[in-house]
């Protein structure tokens, strides 16, 4: 890689934002085809953000990453957002358009991809429990909404944001069927026992965390497990859905899918199948 005066600059903001491997698999990606762009991390206190991205526009960067915990609060400085990002509330790519900073989400693609290739799952007609009520399940939802899911169960600690992720939701896909749950063991043991596809979009599972009322033994054999948490690889849920003999995987996947759709919408030019996958393999030592 070498950096001349005509070098487009990607990005990354978030908070904190020295952690991302986001640079790693992008930068692969870029010397891989040889194209001359750059990929850095851009760290932004919460109170810098609306003159942080000022700047990103002012300064002409090509394009840049959202990640925690921006992906909702930078909706307002932006000129427009794509229908993908406006149905799932959140926001984790910019590009620049014609002066304009336009926002997309790659998440809910790059996770309906990595069900695809990680798991051989096609949620089409499928029911899909999910933990969690954030913007990551939110985003989650929208995909597999788009995707022909028939049921949503959504299971969360603060009933109040589940019921407020399936009420936003199910005026929007009325051929949808959505239920609520607590993550209370009782329950959690009928969706658990219906569900096709069983999916973690909290943070539980970093740093050993786990769910301590989570009971796979009534899943079906044919289930299968998404954690969108990838560090450590091996998170408590996805080594229990392994004692259960669940096909199971983490959201390595879903990483470098979402990713690639970015670099697409950047450059126009789809990075080589495997490079940033491989990169974050190399990244976390499997």
């Known amino acids: 890689m070498q950096l001349t005066g005509k070098t487009r600059v990607l990005g990354i903001i978030g908070h904190p934002v020295a952690h991302s491997l986001s640079p790693l698999m992008q930068n692969a990606a870029i010397v891989a085809l040889g194209l001359d762009y750059i990929y850095v991390p851009f760290p932004v206190e919460p109170q810098d953000l609306p003159g942080a991205v000022k700047g990103l526009r002012s300064l002409g ?8 915990p921006y992906k909702t609060a930078i909706i307002p400085l932006l000129d427009r957002i794509s229908p993908e990002a406006e ?5 984790n790519t910019v590009k620049r358009e014609d002066g304009l900073l336009i926002g997309y989400n790659t998440d809910g693609t790059g996770f309906i991809k990595s069900l695809a290739v990680d798991l051989c799952f096609n949620p089409l007609g499928a029911t899909v429990l999910i933990l969690g009520a954030g913007g990551a399940a939110r985003g989650a939802t929208a995909a597999l909404c788009s995707s022909g899911v028939r049921k949503i169960i959504v299971a969360n600690r603060t009933m109040e944001n589940a019921l407020a992720l399936v009420t936003s939701f199910s005026d929007k896909y009325r051929g949808i069927e959505f239920g609520l749950s607590s993550l209370e063991t009782k329950e959690l043991a009928g969706p658990l026992g219906a569900a096709n596809l069983l999916v973690n979009t909290t943070s539980v599972g970093m740093s050993g965390s786990s769910f301590n009322n989570l009971d796979l033994e009534v899943m079906t054999t044919g289930a299968k497990v998404y954690d969108m948490v990838y560090s450590p690889p091996e998170t408590p849920l996805i080594a229990a859905a392994k004692r259960r003999n669940l096909s199971c995987a983490n959201g390595l996947g879903m990483l470098a899918a979402q990713g690639e759709n970015a670099f697409y919408l950047w450059t126009g030019v789809t990075p080589p199948p495997g490079t940033m996958k491989t990169m974050l393999l190399k990244a976390i030592n499997l």
């Open 87 to 91: 149905l799932s509330g959140a926001v």
């Open 61 to 68: 960067v090509h394009g840049f990453n959202v990640t925690l």
